[in-house]
């Protein structure tokens, strides 16, 4: 059975902090994908990564990193916390394939104060 | 920029009837269309999924229509239950550098009532 596992399932930080997203899976995915969802905008694209040590920027990667230095696990980084990047955040990993069915963890819900 | 259009954001059925859900593109790149869907307290799972060569495809009581020349497609879901209750994503995919890039639209909270 394919699994995703994320850090957190909740998650309290204050403006300012450095937060650590963490996702595993355990499926040898080459592919690994950070979003964000918030109510009205749907699954927006972070940052991906397509292999080690590889990453691309998505759709909303400002203020935010990554970091995959093996394949099995993908952070997402919050260099400085801020009250608009509270929101669910959601990891996924595919394979390359015709279809890349992508493969979701379960979630963090980040609250910034 | 919304690239892949959803609608309706909510719905509200009653057992037994057939939410529809669509969904339209601009990108004729765009050359797979999966369906998620997510229930609460979990992440997205896919659900059914479709390429633009076919016009229809159905997997038990779903059933995603594809209109290519309207870019448009959508899913119904027959005999609707009470556990369908969840937020449905489609999407639109492309290859890219060897990877498929996935847009979603930004959802369809749907609940079935008993």
């Known amino acids: 059975d394919v699994k995703v596992t994320q850090s957190s399932r909740y998650l309290v930080k204050r403006t300012g902090e450095k937060v650590f997203l963490e996702c595993v899976q355990d499926?040898?995915?080459?592919?690994m994908f950070w979003y964000r969802q918030d109510p009205g905008l749907g699954l927006r694209l972070i940052y991906f990564?397509?292999?080690?040590?590889?990453?691309e920027k998505g759709d909303i990667p400002e203020g935010y990193s990554v970091s995959r230095e093996k394949k099995e696990r993908f952070s997402l980084i919050l260099e400085s916390a801020s009250t608009n990047q509270t929101s669910m955040y959601l990891c996924?990993?595919?394979?390359?394939?015709?279809?890349?069915?992508?493969?979701f963890g379960p979630g963090t819900r980040l609250t910034v104060l | 920029q919304q690239q892949v259009k959803q609608s309706p954001q909510s719905l509200i059925v009653q057992k037994g009837g057939i939410p529809i859900i669509n969904c339209a593109y601009e990108?004729?790149?765009?050359?797979?269309f999966p369906w998620y869907q997510q229930f609460p307290g979990k992440g997205p799972a896919l659900l059914i999924a479709?390429?633009?060569?076919?016009s229809e495809k159905k997997e038990g009581r779903f059933t995603i229509s594809f209109n290519k020349s309207a870019k448009q497609f959508s899913l119904h879901i027959m005999d609707s239950q009470p556990g369908d209750s969840a937020t449905y994503f489609c999407?639109?995919?492309?290859?890219?550098?060897?990877?498929?890039?996935?847009?979603f639209g930004i959802g369809t909270k749907l609940q079935v009532i008993p």
């Open positions: 996924a990993s595919s394979s390359p394939s015709g279809t890349d069915t992508q493969y």
């Open positions: 499926m040898d995915h080459e592919n």
């Open positions: 990564s397509y292999d080690v040590k590889m990453k």
């Open positions: 990108n004729t790149a765009f050359d797979y």
């Open positions: 479709i390429r633009p060569d076919v």
């Open positions: 999407a639109a995919s492309r290859s890219s550098g060897g990877y498929q890039k996935v847009t």
